[in-house]
């Protein structure tokens, strides 16, 4: 069994920060790839950010300069730093790990969260 927990989000005014932390529990062997995606209403989901076990980062264009992904390995944990903040940046994201967990390798999902951008 393996479990993402997602944590961070919420409401701020364009031009401000948040960090969305995504933590994963279980039967873990070992992560490779760790990513952030989100979903507006009404489009469909997108690829905001993703880290490699190596700690090579890719981001969407829409974001560069503006948020970082970084992990903590020890934890199984990744986190998002979001700055300047833009309405357009409105959105459930949601975390994306590659687990190997009991001989498998699988995609799973946190939860997602809520980050609204508005004045």
């Known amino acids: 069994q393996v479990q993402l927990v997602q944590s961070g989000g919420g409401l701020v005014q364009p031009g401000g920060s948040l960090r969305l932390s995504c933590a994963a529990s279980g039967s873990i062997f070992s992560i490779s790839t760790m990513g952030w995606y989100r979903q507006a209403l009404g489009t469909q989901r997108e690829l905001v950010a993703l880290?490699?076990?190596?700690?090579?980062?890719n981001y969407a264009d829409s974001v560069k300069g503006r948020f970082t992904i970084s992990r903590d390995n020890a934890k199984n944990t990744v986190y998002l730093q979001m700055n300047s903040l833009k309405p357009e940046d409105t959105a459930v994201y949601y975390c994306?790990?590659?687990?190997?967990?009991?001989?498998?390798?699988?995609?799973?999902w946190g939860q997602g969260t809520q980050v609204a951008v508005s004045s």
């Open positions: 994306n790990f590659n687990i190997l967990s009991l001989g498998t390798l699988r995609t799973y």
């Open positions: 880290i490699t076990s190596g700690g090579v980062t």
